[in-house]
Nanobody
């Protein structure tokens, strides 16, 4: 089992920044690829960024490329999502996830989510 706890969400104005963090526990963190998903109101969830266990391989959805940065600290068992130039359409519940497979998925463990709201 892997336990994941997200933090760092909140309310921000358009153009602002937030940094989400996801703290992991329970298994060897570096063995897991990590992903950040989001679920906007009334919409399906979307993989926005992912990172391999060693941090060398990253994926970004086109909608966040050049604005969001995923990183991880394997000494602290934390994965981060730095979000810059936020837009109202980035409003969503953001979840982190862990998986042993490819970074595009599937994922095996999920956090409870953190709300990000971007005001116009």
């Amino acid at each position: 089992q892997v336990q994941l706890v997200e933090s760092g969400g909140g309310l921000v104005q358009t153009g602002g920044s937030l940094r989400l963090a996801c703290a992991a526990s329970g298994r060897t963190f570096r063995d897991y690829g990590m992903g950040w998903f989001r679920q906007p109101p009334g919409a399906e969830d979307e993989l926005v960024a992912a990172i391999s266990g060693d941090g060398d391989t990253k994926y970004y959805a086109d909608s966040v490329k050049d604005r969001f940065t995923i990183s991880r600290d394997n000494t602290k068992d934390i994965v981060y999502l730095k979000m810059n130039s936020l837009k109202p359409e980035d409003t969503a519940v953001y979840f982190c996830a862990a998986g042993l497979g490819r970074i595009r998925g599937p994922y095996d463990y999920w956090g409870q989510g953190t709300q990000v709201t971007v005001s116009a």
